[in-house]
């Protein structure tokens, strides 16, 4: 069930899955965002709401709510 912006999630994962299912993955963010990979310490231009991390491939997701806050951005795992 969608729950909009009031969805909760418990890991990136599930974040990457709803932002999969819903069919926007792909699509751009209205701001692109700088992110500081978890994994590798590297920084890279997240500009779509499911982003892999160029150096290490780990993938993050944001959902389009909360897609103008950094700190929403979930690791999902690497090559997820």
């Known amino acids: 069930m969608h729950q909009g912006c009031s969805g909760t999630f418990e ?18 963010m209205s701001m692109p965002m700088v992110i500081h990979c ?3 310490e590297e920084s890279f231009s997240m500009e779509t709401y499911e982003a892999k991390c160029p150096n290490c491939d780990m993938t993050y ?5 909360h897609s103008h806050d950094p700190e929403s951005v979930q690791a999902a795992g690497i090559n997820y």
């Open 61 to 65: 997701g944001v959902t389009p709510c």
């Open 11 to 28: 890991n990136g994962k599930q974040v990457v899955n709803k932002l999969r299912n819903m069919g926007y993955s792909a699509m751009p």
């Open 38 to 40: 978890s994994n590798c």
